[in-house]
């Protein structure tokens, strides 16, 4: 089953068998980050992206059985002979296309990853998604629920979906699809629409001067004083259940929007907008969820979307009591869409489900000959080591208070780094983030850096119930060896926990590092120069580390160090 997201940022997907086998972000193939998928003129790049999932799950062209395609844009139906032209393989008449409704391939993200056959609610927040004029062109719709909340303009567009999964599919509990009025925008390219994610893109342009740096508005929350702001009141939720944004507000009352982009580390006003922002979001959402629990009846919740990628909102939701479980995985951006028109595909022919255990390793994995092609064609120096050795090299060189590039297995599908395609350091030594900060990364001081620890040590280290093995909750950093590189200015980090089962190699490398340092948390950062997307293939992290930033790079069992 081909999965493909044809959006801002655009990806690729393939099922075996109802699992995911193999899955790429174009942006890692351009090396632009944000790449988008059209699947109009862009045929090299559609079919690159295909034939990369093919070659790492080990099929062919002949195998695909179906084709699912999900857009946040206007649905363009494809023929046969169209689709066929962009894979850049045959796509017989009879196969069927099948196009999936946005919010809709989140929610089946999300719920592929819960335990089998567990009933819960799915709930979807963005930007925007589907069109409702285009309902009718989908393959696949969901019911609406007798008692459902629906605040659907015909001339709108979904930006938060609730639904009812029971275990094989799903109504829609909860559905909010705005009209935006196309003569109010907040820059040349984003409507006024009343959205949460559009809200973030709000504050992003206005913190940061573009409406990608969603993330650095999180970061820079912890820094200011959300008190200062509160009264504005610009995102609320009626008593009838609607979201509303008020822009006139916005427009009214911040005056100073940061046209030039500069660097706003020392800048409270952009942190107090920032928390205000965070603050809104998280009161509106555990108000939403609070009316939408008590009508799904259930305990459990599956978030997706790309406020999804909020941990400190997920933090809250977790720890609020209105669930027992919430399942969370990293690709909950329009990239999982690949994965979840797919997956929806999958159930919608066969009637089959195959959840899976949350991770987000879905790229290729470069064999040992790859690897040594690419650095005898660079000219650089190597060593080989056994994985005793890289393990002991490694985690003395962190140790010592080297920084490395670390590239090992299967490169991450999503946006965070988690482990094999990173940058490692060592937390405890307060130079590792300025270092970080003004040459590898070359980003602002206010923005923390990420700790990974093994799974059976978290709790010692992180105010942490349970697991987070793709980095999407928050915890606060317990007292004892104080980790200044991965404590953000309020005492949180953004935890990944790393089970021996999922990741041997790291897993083994953190205990390494504890028996030298007495802690085995590692700080753990994308591996990548600024506005560049993670590093893929070996040719990508010896280019970065020609640079000459690194002191080291472990590239599968070859060691190379700094000379």
């Not at 285009?134 to 979906?161: M, N």
């Not at 427009?251 to 409270?268: G, I």
């Not at 022919?349 to 195959?354: I, K, Q, V």
């Not at 909750?473 to 200015?489: C, D, F, N, S």
Request: hydrophobic content about 45%.
């Amino acid at each position: 089953m081909l999965g493909i997201a044809r959006s801002h940022n655009g990806a690729v997907a393939l099922l075996k068998d109802g699992a995911v086998a193999a899955a790429i972000q174009a942006e890692r193939l351009t090396r632009r980050k944000r790449q988008p998928l059209f699947l109009r003129d862009d045929r090299e790049l559609v079919s690159g992206c295909v034939r990369y999932c093919l070659e790492a799950a080990g099929i062919g062209y002949s195998d695909l059985a179906a084709a699912a395609i999900c857009t946040a844009w206007k649905v363009e139906p494809l023929a046969a002979e169209r689709l066929a032209a962009l894979i850049g393989g045959p796509w017989p008449g009879a196969r069927p296309i099948l196009h999936v409704p946005h919010h809709l391939a989140h929610a089946e993200y999300a719920v592929h990853y819960g335990p089998p056959a567990a009933a819960g609610l799915a709930l979807v927040v963005d930007g925007s998604g589907a069109w409702e004029a285009d309902r009718a062109s989908f393959s696949i719709e969901t019911p609406l629920r007798p008692d459902a909340l629906c605040f659907a303009d015909p001339a709108g567009k979904e930006v938060i979906s609730a639904f009812v999964f029971d275990g094989a599919g799903f109504q829609v509990l909860y559905r909010q699809s705005p009209a935006a009025d196309p003569r109010l925008r907040f820059d040349e390219n984003i409507p006024e629409l009343d959205s949460i994610g559009k809200y973030w893109e709000w504050a992003s342009q206005y913190c940061h001067g573009s409406r990608n740096h969603a993330g650095k508005v999180m970061g820079l929350a912890a820094h200011g004083d959300p008190a200062t702001y509160a009264g504005v009141g610009a995102l609320t939720m009626t008593r009838e259940g609607r979201v509303h944004v008020d822009y006139g507000k916005l427009r009214a009352v911040f005056l100073e929007p940061n046209v030039v982009r500069t660097d706003v580390s020392l800048r409270r006003h952009y942190a107090d907008v920032a928390a205000m922002v965070q603050g809104d979001t998280i009161a509106v959402l555990l108000g939403l969820l609070e009316r939408l629990q008590a009508r799904a009846r259930t305990r459990t919740l599956y978030f997706s979307g790309g406020v999804a990628l909020n941990v400190v909102a997920n933090e809250r939701i977790v720890r609020s009591g209105l669930f027992d479980a919430v399942h969370l995985n990293g690709s909950c951006e329009d990239n999982g869409t690949a994965i979840g028109a797919a997956v929806a595909a999958h159930h919608a022919l066969t009637g089959d489900r195959r959840p899976e255990l949350v991770t987000d390793y879905y790229g290729r994995a470069y064999g040992a000959a790859e690897v040594h092609a690419a650095v005898a064609e660079s000219g650089i120096a190597y060593r080989v080591l056994d994985d005793d050795g890289l393990v002991r090299e490694a985690g003395a060189a962190l140790a010592s208070g080297r920084i490395i590039g670390w590239f090992q297995g299967r490169s991450e599908f999503g946006p965070r780094a988690l482990g094999n395609r990173s940058i490692l350091a060592n937390p405890l030594d307060p130079d590792t983030k300025p270092l970080l900060d003004l040459l590898m990364k070359q980003r602002e001081r206010y923005r923390p850096y990420a700790p990974i620890v093994p799974e059976e040590a978290a709790a010692r280290y992180f105010d942490l119930a349970g697991s987070s093995p793709v980095m999407m909750r928050e915890a606060y950093v317990r007292g004892g060896p104080p980790l200044p590189a991965i404590t953000h200015a309020d005492g949180s980090a953004r935890v990944q926990t790393v089970a021996q089962r999922d990741n041997p190699l790291l897993h083994a490398l953190m205990w390494r590092f504890a028996a030298l340092t007495g802690v085995p948390v590692l700080l753990n950062t994308s591996f990548n120069g600024p506005g560049e997307p993670i590093v893929e293939s070996p040719d990508d992290a010896l280019r970065f580390f020609q640079r000459g930033f690194l002191d080291a790079l472990y590239l599968g069992r070859i060691a190379i160090d700094r000379l």
